[in-house]
């Protein structure tokens, strides 16, 4: 009884709110529905039953859910079968002739292009594994500490200075044999060093006085083996190794 006689209450205070919504403009709409749901609430706290308990939590939720626009509903049932037609796929663009011609593909013709594909990509994985083969040992001629440095403080720009000298250098092939550079940082000198460790050439550093200050001089010279400069460059490599791509 102590349900019905909630239920009862509850419908006659729905009829005096739409009745006072129609009759007193000045209320909003957001006004009207705090005041159901705060009846809902108080109604849902002295409820015993659990079914009427059941309704009145339905109710409460259906207030607290916005009233959607046209908009809104069509989008629930936006997705296909229901909602907008979907873009044409690239196949349906496709010419019917193209597509045909395709599609008919002889197996063996199939076969041999899937085949040549496979080697031509064998051939690239295997030069690019060359490349960085010749890369790693260069690299393990530079010493630990010079690598450890040049790790730790990555400076590309700087590193790609001196690359483009000695690569240029390497690759002259007028009679000169000497390459002289001016670096008077010790820490930039020591990149110098690993550089010409890394393009297997020699480098060896002077001292002496100009105008009356220290002057460092680096001679860089090429050796007997020291061959084409690698296609991967030091900066190039330890991009690589950052990223992963390295071993």
Not at 67 to 84: D, M, N, Q, T, Y
Not at 163 to 177: H, T
Request: glycine letters at 4%; a neutral charge; charged letters at 30%.
């Amino acid at each position: 009884m102590a349900s019905a006689d909630l239920l009862r209450r509850e419908e006659e205070f729905y009829s005096s709110l739409f009745d006072s919504a129609k009759g007193d403009g000045a209320r909003s709409r957001s006004q009207l529905i705090e005041r159901k749901i705060e009846a809902l609430e108080d109604m849902a706290t002295k409820v015993s039953n659990r079914r009427s308990r059941r309704w009145m939590n339905g109710r409460l939720l259906i207030e607290l859910v916005p009233r959607l626009h046209v908009e809104e509903i069509k989008g629930l049932f936006a997705p296909p079968p229901w909602g907008e037609e979907l873009p044409l796929s690239a196949f349906c663009r496709t010419s019917v002739g193209e597509w045909d011609a395709f599609r008919s593909i002889d197996m063996d013709v199939e076969a041999r292009l899937m085949q040549h594909m496979k080697i031509s990509s064998e051939k690239t994985r295997t030069h690019i594994d060359e490349d960085e083969a010749i890369a790693l040992n260069a690299w393990r001629r530079i010493d630990c500490q010079t690598r450890e440095s040049i790790k730790r403080n990555f400076l590309p720009d700087l590193l790609e200075i001196y690359e483009e000298q000695v690569r240029a250098f390497i690759e002259d092939a007028s009679d000169k044999d000497v390459l002289v550079l001016n670096v008077q940082d010790p820490f930039q000198r020591l990149l110098l060093h690993g550089v010409c460790e890394f393009y297997n050439v020699t480098s060896k550093t002077t001292s002496s006085a100009r105008d009356g200050k220290p002057w460092k001089t680096t001679t860089i010279k090429k050796r007997p083996g020291t061959g084409i400069p690698s296609r991967i460059t030091l900066v190039s490599f330890l991009r690589m190794k950052k990223t992963g791509s390295q071993h």
